[in-house]
């Protein structure tokens, strides 16, 4: 038994492998002192140029003065998505470098992988086969793989769980099927991702089968890895050494989380989630779920329900393209409800048009709000709730999460996008009909808010609470159980997004705002301290 971690290559998705050069060399320091067997240094490619600083590298030798001169015994390797690199880039081993390198695939280049595996094995290094999904494969398949892979006699065949999907009875069945097949020389190994919790319990299920095979589990340090993460290297090698007397050394592993591992897992939490969990039960990459979530207008079961409706062959590799295609597809289901729209019409006409957005401004400078929707000649709506502090005259809701939300009393007062289920709203206007063309922004309830306004006919909107995100999550909400976790890229591509949208609105829609914002210059208007775009 055999323990591979892989944190500077798996764990590289929560960073963007951004580990810092001096990072990356404690990393593998702290992992050789530990004595794990086998250390992953990151990716080979040729689609990014090479920066000292990531664990994404373009040739062997950037590798050269993270590795110790002396291996004693330790493999150091790195891993090739194949189609990412060139065969001819691959220089011959040496030994002054990587001793190993694992090539992953997919089902569908499974032939030309195995090809450029075997390449990889007459260059003279140890040559990983992982065969990505592996419970994708059927029966007939896995075994013609294996087949394939013995003819190349490969260091190590993986078992890989991309999606964390993988019970115990499926893993041991799919472990006695290659130890029955595989040639004794080649090395097991297992590859898992924490989507349902089993890493650590398959891991030990593994861990007690009796073979004379080499058996290699992957780790990574806290989990950290896509999504859910991985196995932890720590709580694994603590149950090696306490059931197999094996004498893996804990504290180097410690201050890397200590020291290194906390501050990423602080900016960008990884480990399970129920959209995780929702991924793996539907066998669809954790991509999809990631990029579900962040649209933070869906409940779960919406989430459930868009991944019941993805095609199976679309599962494996995620497409954003497609995910748009299908969260679009999903969310402009459900019925008009235009009976009150004549009613809704003269309730706007001749009036100043209010929104009331739930950024945190509307609570700081409430009085202001409250002056404002109290004026004569106000029509006040609020956006995806019901603002506290002042009785509004509509909600305009499209967030389905939020909707439910909202107080029954209050539901005949909504004006809802039809995505909206409910029945018992004042108005349910075309959801797709108020979609726009920008990345980020396309379908912000503030912005679908101003087009549902700009179509019947109001020439000028006042904003309030439309403050832009801050990094500091508890600085976006007016109520601190809307409070969102939002990755500070998301945020700033969010606020660039939002500043272009209400800028192209304004040519056609006067755009007045009423409180703080990031998403216009402060500028006098009409004597009211507001500012405003056109």
């Keep these: ?118 390449g990889v094995k007459e260059k003279g290094y140890k040559c990983f086969v992982q065969a990505m999904v592996s419970l994708n494969y059927s029966d007939e398949e896995f075994l013609e793989l294996i087949r394939r892979v013995n003819a190349i006699n490969p260091y190590a065949f993986y078992i890989v769980d991309s999606f964390g999907t993988m019970k115990r009875k499926e893993l041991i069945r ?66 090696l050494n306490e059931n197999f007397s094996t004498n893996y050394y804990l504290k180097p592993i410690l201050i890397i989380i200590d020291e290194i591992i906390n501050n990423f897992y602080e900016r960008n939490h990884w480990g399970y989630s129920l959209p995780n969990y929702l991924s793996a039960r539907h066998n669809v990459h954790p991509n999809y779920a990631r990029y579900f979530s962040e649209k933070q207008t869906m409940t779960f079961e919406n989430m459930d329900e868009i991944f019941e409706m993805m095609d199976e062959n679309r599962r494996v590799a995620f497409n954003e393209k497609y995910a748009e295609e299908l969260y679009i597809r999903y969310m402009s289901r459900g019925e008009i409800f235009l009976e009150h729209e004549s009613d809704l019409k003269e309730a706007l006409k001749m009036k100043k048009v209010l929104l009331i957005a739930p950024g945190k401004s509307v609570a700081d400078e409430k009085q202001k709000i409250i002056n404002f929707v109290e004026s004569p000649n106000v029509c006040s709506i609020s956006i995806n709730y019901d603002y506290p502090f002042a009785e509004t005259d509509f909600i305009f809701i499209s967030n389905i999460r939020r909707y439910r939300g909202i107080d029954e009393s209050k539901r005949s007062k909504c004006i809802a996008t039809s995505n909206i289920s409910s029945t018992r709203v004042y108005l349910r206007t075309d959801y797709k009909k108020l979609l726009g063309n920008e990345k980020n922004t396309y379908d912000n309830a503030g912005i679908m808010a101003i087009r549902f306004l700009r179509s019947f006919g109001v020439k000028e909107v006042y904003l309030a609470g439309f403050d832009g995100y801050s990094h500091d999550i508890d600085e976006n909400y007016i109520n601190d159980d809307m409070t969102l976790v939002i990755r500070r890229a998301v945020a700033d591509a969010r606020n660039e997004a939002m500043k272009k949208a209400l800028l192209s609105l304004s040519e056609s829609i006067k755009i007045i705002f009423v409180t703080s914002t990031r998403y216009a210059p402060k500028t006098r208007g009409g004597g009211d301290n507001s500012s405003h775009l056109q």
């Design 174 to 239: 799919l472990f006695y099927t290659v130890e029955h097949s595989l040639n004794d020389n080649i090395a097991i190994g297992w590859h898992s991702h924490n989507n349902m919790q089993l890493s650590y319990s398959n891991a030990q299920a593994l861990a007690d089968i009796h073979t004379k095979r080499d058996v290699i589990i992957d780790s990574s340090i806290h989990g950290m890895g896509r999504g859910a993460g991985n196995l932890n290297t720590e709580l694994f090698l603590d149950y």
């Design 1 to 118: 038994m055999r323990v591979l971690d892989c944190t500077l290559r798996d764990g590289g998705y929560c960073n963007e492998w951004h580990f810092g050069e001096n990072n990356i060399k404690k990393i593998i320091e702290g992992l050789t002192e530990s004595g794990v067997n086998i250390i992953e240094c990151g990716f080979l490619t040729n689609k990014i140029p090479h920066n000292s600083d990531i664990t994404k590298f373009n040739h062997i030798e950037e590798l050269t003065k993270f590795i110790p001169k002396n291996h004693e015994g330790k493999i150091y390797c790195c891993m090739i998505n194949y189609g990412e690199y060139n065969l001819a880039d691959i220089r011959e081993c040496d030994n002054s470098s990587i001793d190993a390198i694992r090539v992953a695939f997919h089902r569908k280049d499974m032939i030309a992988a195995l090809d450029f595996c075997r």
